[in-house]
């Protein structure tokens, strides 16, 4: 299986501050027929179901603010929040889709400092 | 607007057997995988079982392997998870999400809100 790490495993971050999570696939998650990365983050607000806010490493969804944006390439990922706001407080996943046994990250916990 | 609500849920004793429902509706249900994911309280999110659009092919987690069994009712629009030989380890909040993507590969693009399994005596 294809094993999901994120570093650190909580953030606090003051309020219009950049806030960056790192998640690392412990092998090659690059989709060759699309030549893009099948990685996705998702939030989870307390008491509430995970949203996806990125996928293939750096495509926003719908109705996510530009705030948000992922990058990165071969097994090395990032999720950047440019200016963090209160409502961004949340525990972030990445997961892997290259496998059909798909895999998350541990999470990373985000406050406000 | 995509809605997905699970039901189900409850209280059930180890070795017991119990099936979660995911009603669908706001899109083509015959048109996507579906997919279970679980949070145990307090833990993070782990991928449980998937099926393609026409229930013929499905994968699961090695932990759940040969006790749960995913299935779908295209013309009810429905998800199921059977599952079976319960144990304490099972509790958690399971999600039936969206699939998304190429082939058999997808990201989770809509949740339901979930519903809440406790194996416990």
């Known amino acids: 299986d294809i094993v999901m790490t994120q570093s650190p495993d909580s953030l606090a971050v003051s309020l219009g501050e950049r806030a960056t999570i790192n998640c690392k696939s412990s092998?090659?998650?690059?989709?060759?027929?699309?030549?893009?990365?099948?990685l996705a983050w998702y939030q989870q607000k307390p008491g509430q179901p995970p949203k996806l806010l990125i996928y293939?490493?750096?495509t926003r969804e719908s109705g996510v603010p530009d705030r948000f944006s992922g990058s990165g390439s071969g097994t090395d990922f990032t999720l950047t929040i440019s200016s963090l706001q209160a409502e961004d407080v949340a525990v972030y996943y990445c997961?892997?889709?290259?496998?059909?046994?798909?895999?998350f990250g541990p999470g990373t916990k985000v406050d406000i400092k | 607007e995509v809605q997905l609500v699970e039901s189900g849920g409850g209280l059930v004793q180890p070795g017991g057997s119990l099936t979660l429902s995911c009603a669908a509706s706001?899109?083509?249900?015959?048109?996507?995988?579906m997919t279970w994911v679980r949070q145990a309280p307090g833990k993070g999110l782990e991928w449980v079982a998937n099926i393609n659009e026409d229930g013929s092919d499905n994968y699961y987690v090695d932990s759940v392997q040969g006790r749960f069994t995913i299935s779908r009712n295209n013309a009810k629009n429905s998800l199921y998870l059977q599952m079976n030989n319960l144990r304490a380890d099972d509790t958690a909040m399971y999600y039936c999400?969206?699939?998304?993507?190429?082939?058999?590969?997808?990201?989770?693009?809509?949740w339901g809100q979930g519903t809440l399994l406790t194996v416990s005596s």
């Open positions: 706001g899109f083509t249900f015959n048109n996507n995988w």
């Open positions: 999400a969206r699939a998304t993507g190429p082939g058999s590969t997808h990201y989770f693009d809509y």
């Open positions: 997961q892997q889709y290259y496998s059909t046994l798909f895999t």
């Open positions: 293939w490493a750096s």
């Open positions: 092998q090659s998650i690059l989709y060759s027929s699309y030549n893009k990365y099948s």
